[in-house]
């Protein structure tokens, strides 16, 4: 993975050429909603996995997702009023 590598990216946000996708914004999101939001219990239960299992690894509430397949990206199934960008890394630790 370099960092000339383009990823895509999903989003209701609207970014210009240059922006920089900030992490964390579905776990606000869940985390905001609470209890209620229908992943609440799903994600808690996937970050605690991945917390015995690969304690190294990023937690997902607080990362950005990006995809490598721009055709997989624009058929996901997500909010009718989401954008998908093309992105390249600024910064990762691996």
């Known amino acids: 993975m370099t960092?000339?590598?383009?990823?895509?990216?999903?989003t209701q946000g609207l970014?210009?050429?240059?922006?920089?996708?900030s992490a964390?914004?579905?776990?606000?999101l869940i985390l905001g909603i609470g209890p209620t939001h229908n992943r609440f219990y799903a994600e808690?239960?996937?970050?605690?996995i991945r917390l015995d299992e690969f304690p190294s690894a990023s937690s997902r509430p607080v990362c950005a997702f990006?995809?490598?397949?721009a055709q997989y990206t624009m058929g996901w199934e997500g909010r009718p009023s989401e954008y998908v960008y093309a992105v390249r890394?600024?910064?990762?630790p691996l």
Not at 24 to 28: I, K, L, Q, S, T
Request: hydrophobic content about 35%.
């Open 89 to 92: 890394l600024a910064d990762h």
């Open 66 to 69: 990006a995809f490598e397949d």
């Open 3 to 10: 960092s000339k590598q383009l990823f895509y990216h999903r």
């Open 24 to 28: 964390g914004n579905w776990g606000r």
């Open 44 to 48: 808690r239960l996937l970050d605690r």
């Open 15 to 21: 970014y210009e050429p240059g922006d920089l996708i």
